[in-house]
């Protein structure tokens, strides 16, 4: 059990190191173009030097919106974090990580949210450059989803023996 426990805390903090990476990180798209390579994140538009990001009126929104629920998810899953160290200690024998569960699949729906939207809105929509395509800041993305679920699924199931 305490092995299990273990793995669970390493892979929660494995989650949380690559959601701040993906949220930090200005490789959400790479592209090329007749200036180089072009890497956009959720904040920068980087080239040879990073300026800030210019999006059309419309798309202004739903990165504000991808923003803060990157942000949220990082929150989240510190908090969870947080939750598991003092239920650890806290919690009888017997008892589950119902509160930890539920708060890291609150990170998994703000993660959700948040890659859903860029991939709707921002895939693919750069002018003047050729073969855009995802940079590692979102695969790392959906990987932290993948794992935030796991995490919490456990959490919700785990009992401390």
Same mark, same amino acid.
């Given at each position: 059990?305490?092995?299990?426990?273990?793995?669970?805390?390493? !892979?929660?903090?494995? *989650?949380?190191?690559?959601?701040?990476?993906?949220?930090?990180?200005?490789?959400?798209?790479?592209?090329?173009?007749?200036?180089?390579?072009?890497?956009?994140?959720? +904040?920068?538009?980087?080239?040879?030097?990073? *300026?800030?990001?210019?999006?059309?009126?419309?798309?202004?929104?739903?990165?504000?919106?991808?923003?803060?629920?990157?942000?949220?998810?990082? &929150?989240?899953? !510190?908090? $969870?974090?947080?939750?598991?160290? &003092?239920?650890?200690? %806290?919690?009888?024998?017997?008892k589950r990580f119902?509160? %930890?569960? $539920?708060?890291?699949?609150?990170? +998994?729906?703000?993660?959700?949210?948040? !890659?859903? &939207?860029? %991939? $709707?809105?921002?895939?693919?929509?750069?002018?003047?450059?050729?073969?855009?395509?995802?940079?590692?800041?979102?695969?790392? $993305? +959906?990987?932290?989803?993948?794992?935030?679920?796991?995490?919490? &699924?456990?959490?919700?199931?785990?009992?401390?023996?």
């Open positions: 059990m305490l092995v299990l426990l273990a793995g669970i805390f390493v !892979v929660h903090i494995a *989650t949380v190191i690559m959601l701040f990476v993906s949220t930090i990180a200005n490789v959400w798209m790479v592209s090329s173009s007749n200036l180089g390579t072009i890497s956009t994140g959720l +904040w920068l538009l980087c080239n040879r030097t990073c *300026t800030q990001l210019s999006v059309k009126s419309g798309d202004e929104t739903s990165l504000k919106v991808v923003q803060a629920f990157m942000i949220l998810s990082i &929150i989240f899953s !510190v908090v $969870a974090l947080i939750l598991f160290i &003092i239920q650890l200690f %806290t919690l009888e024998k017997g119902y509160m %930890t569960g $539920a708060v890291m699949l609150v990170c +998994w729906m703000c993660i959700l949210i948040a !890659v859903s &939207i860029y %991939t $709707a809105r921002f895939t693919g929509k750069t002018q003047y450059v050729t073969n855009p395509h995802h940079g590692y800041c979102f695969i790392l $993305a +959906w990987i932290c989803f993948c794992f935030s679920f796991i995490i919490g &699924i456990l959490y919700l199931v785990l009992r401390k023996k």
